[in-house]
């Protein structure tokens, strides 16, 4: 995508005032009710490439609302569970107009141009037990990597999903998503799991970790970040998956393959994790395709044109 492009898709979301409720399976009742956008009988859906979500037990029980045998968009809006956990949308831009592609593909852009990137980020309903616990929003906080398209200063980001979008075909591909926040606290338990005594783990926090401390880091590891540590992953895709449908109008989603998006992107030496790119959106209900999304197909790197049209990268890909 172009700069201006992107610019004008920012726009359109008022900044810190567009809240996404995640909860248990919510990505199940966001698909059908975009899958079926009028009446439709439940053995049609049974039948369709959606049928297994009406397994999940928070459909099951919209189900048994549905007397008629006939299911509607507005039923599965009505599906809610607790805990339900409110974040917040944010958007930004990630990498450079006009960049050629080079080997040493920094911004891991599959085509020259900026993403659109779309945030996840949290409210105060986690900084407020939170910051007692490791501290306020800091670009200097240690789960924060600045260097990354986050909120901070003005929020702390649990993920976020680079987005190129071609608004004249309708289509977007979803470039990667990622958590820096998850990943860095695991980490940062693995580590304190492996020192011998309690003196050590304090004495490594004040000179790596500060302002957190030991107390701090096993409540907040115990009471606040199982939910989001679970959830993350399925509420960052179901927010890109709704702010393109619901905001921006598309209707035929890409998102890459382990394989597909690593050549692309030229990840090979150091890979992202494989169950992004396979179990997450199978769960989803993506199908697999070799038909590429048009913006590399009339891509004006030529390499990039060759590689997709080759026949030999494939991609995920759901219609809405």
């Given at each position: ?22 909860f248990?399976d ?11 956008k009028?009446?439709?009988?439940l053995?049609?859906?049974?039948r ?13 029980d ?25 974040y ?5 831009s990630?990498?450079?107009?006009g ?15 900026v ?22 929003a800091d ?6 990597l ?65 302002p ?6 096993r409540e ?79 891509c ?6 060759s ?14």
């Open positions: 995508m172009k700069s201006e492009e992107v610019q004008e898709i920012v726009s359109c979301l008022p900044r810190g005032k567009t809240v996404f409720h995640y248990r919510r990505y199940a009742a966001l698909l059908l009710a975009r899958a079926f009028e009446k439709a009988q053995g049609q859906v049974k369709s490439r959606f049928g297994r979500l009406l397994s999940k037990p928070i459909i099951a919209l189900l048994g609302r549905c007397g008629d045998g006939r299911v509607t968009p507005d039923l599965f809006n009505t599906a809610w569970a607790q805990p339900a956990e409110p917040l949308l944010g958007l930004t990630w990498g450079i107009d960049k050629r592609l080079t080997r040493a593909n920094y911004h891991q852009t599959s085509r020259p141009g993403n659109l990137v779309l945030q996840l980020n949290f409210s105060s309903h986690h900084e407020r037990p939170s910051s007692g616990w490791i501290g306020k670009p200097t906080h240690p789960f924060v600045k260097d990354h398209p986050v909120a901070c200063p003005d929020r702390n980001t649990l993920a976020w999903a680079r987005l190129d979008i071609d608004l004249a075909s309708g289509e977007a591909l979803i470039e990667e998503i990622q958590s820096d926040w998850v990943r860095e606290v695991h980490n940062l338990i693995r580590t304190l799991r492996c020192l011998p005594s309690d003196q050590v783990r304090r004495r490594f926090l004040t000179n790596c970790y500060a957190i401390g030991l107390k701090g880091i907040y590891a115990a009471h606040v970040l199982p939910f989001h540590a679970r959830h993350w992953a399925e509420a960052m895709l179901s927010a890109a998956i709704w702010f393109l449908h619901d905001e921006i109008g598309v209707r035929r989603i890409y998102y890459h393959t382990f394989d597909g998006g690593n050549r692309l992107k030229g990840l090979s030496d150091c890979p992202p994790p494989r169950s992004l790119y396979t179990d997450l959106p199978r769960r989803f209900c993506f199908d697999r395709t070799t038909e590429p999304p048009r913006l590399l197909d009339q004006t790197d030529s390499r990039v044109r590689a997709v049209r080759s026949g030999e990268i494939e991609f995920h890909r759901i219609n809405l």
